[in-house]
Nanobody, 128 residues
Framework: VQLQASGGGLVQPGGSLRLSCAAS??????MAWFRQAPGKEREFVAA????????YYADSVKGRFTISRDNAKNTLILQMNSLKPEDTAVYYC????????????????????????WGQGTQVTVSS
């Protein structure tokens, strides 16, 4: 399965961007967005659990970012509003097939090492 991320760019603080991740092939149980700023580790941003219909967010983006999934198009969307300079990073989409038990999902869905497939990344720069 290939993951193709798009939609990054340069935006002023307070602006918005919409990222898309198109998956070709099989359906993932989980799809997520991670980001990595220069000199920092890859960090969790948001995730979608397909079969439970649940979404998860990092505290730093809660209330500003919205993750959604177009199942018909097998596409993951990240709507980013009220962007801040600290949101500047390369954003990656990721997918995983195998399901976790519900009690483990909230923790493991945030770990980049638990995902099997990755897109190539798209640069988001928030600057005036």
């Amino acid at each position: 399965v290939q993951l193709q991320a798009s939609g990054g760019g340069l935006v002023q603080p307070g602006g918005s961007l919409r990222l898309s991740c198109a998956a070709s092939g099989s359906i993932f149980s989980y799809m997520a967005w991670f980001r990595q700023a220069p000199g920092k580790e890859r960090e969790f941003v948001a995730a979608n659990s397909r079969y439970r219909g649940m979404t998860y967010y990092a505290d730093s983006v809660k209330g500003r970012f919205t993750i959604s999934r177009d199942n018909a198009k097998n596409t993951l969307i990240l709507q980013m509003n009220s962007l801040k300079p600290e949101d500047t990073a390369v954003y990656y989409c990721a997918g995983r097939y195998n399901r976790w038990v519900l009690s483990a999902e909230a923790e493991r869905i945030r770990r980049p090492t638990d995902y099997t497939d990755w897109g190539q990344g798209t640069q988001v720069t928030v600057s005036s």
